[in-house]
């Protein structure tokens, strides 16, 4: 049973390009969270997916964030022209419905 | 509004010894409560968990203690090895509201051979 997938493990974007992270969860799972870390911090919540619907996007950024979760295919962190303070680890987590949640190696994007 | 802190950035032990993380948490609505570890460059991986209708919860060599009324909770690893240095992250989460976690700050752990 393969885990959490995300890629790509490492991006690089200049400033005002478009970045996408992709996270195909655990099978079987339906819940997919997506975690920032900044440098030298835990990690904090942005947003919490079921399949075709944002259950809770209290964490994301008012501006150039979305997400989705599709009824086909992985889940998709999107962020538009980034910015430097967008550098960060970004990880997803799936689980079925309890609080266990299992995380994927995360994206590692850097903004140059 | 930090709702989950780890007071101890780091921690340093010898191999064989116990370490002990702490945690404290300041919203009271939090009904469940993870450990975390992580490598660098690499995820978070599960350790061990403990709802607040309990207050220990044991697996091998990780036991998690909750003390409700204190809102403090504590991983104890025992005995600790040399591949446990890690970064240890302390979580919790409220069923009602999804299970999203909220996470401490961390501490550096080194288990010295």
């Known amino acids: 049973n393969a885990g959490v997938m995300q890629n790509p493990r490492h991006l690089v974007r200049r400033r005002g390009q478009e970045a996408r992270l992709r996270c195909s969860p655990m099978?079987?799972?339906?819940?997919v969270y997506w975690y920032r870390q900044l440098p030298e911090e835990g990690l904090k919540f942005m947003v919490y997916?079921?399949?075709?619907?944002?259950?809770?996007e209290s964490g994301m950024p008012k501006e150039r964030f979305s997400a989705e979760f599709p009824k086909e295919g992985p889940s998709i962190l999107r962020i538009q022209q980034v910015v430097r303070g967008d550098s960060a680890a970004y990880f997803c987590?799936?689980?079925?419905?309890?609080?266990?949640?299992?995380f994927g190696q995360g994206t590692r994007l850097t903004v140059v | 509004d930090q709702q989950v802190k780890q007071n101890s950035p780091s921690l340093s032990v010898q191999e064989g010894r116990i370490s002990i993380l702490n945690c404290d948490y300041t919203?009271?609505?939090?009904?469940?409560f993870l450990w975390y570890k992580k490598y660098p460059a690499e995820g978070p991986t599960f350790l061990i968990s403990i709802s607040s209708i309990k207050d220990k919860n044991e697996d091998g060599r990780f036991t998690v203690f909750l003390n409700k009324s204190a809102k403090h909770l504590s991983l104890h690893i025992v005995p600790s090895q040399p591949g446990d240095s890690a970064v240890y992250f302390c979580?919790?989460?409220?069923?009602?509201?999804?299970?999203?976690?909220?996470f401490g700050g961390g501490t550096r752990v080194l288990v010295k051979p």
């Open positions: 987590a799936s689980s079925l419905r309890v609080p266990e949640a299992f």
């Open positions: 919203n009271s609505m939090f009904d469940y």
């Open positions: 997916l079921q399949k075709e619907n944002i259950i809770d």
């Open positions: 979580a919790a989460s409220i069923k009602a509201a999804g299970n999203k976690l909220t």
């Open positions: 099978k079987g799972h339906s819940h």
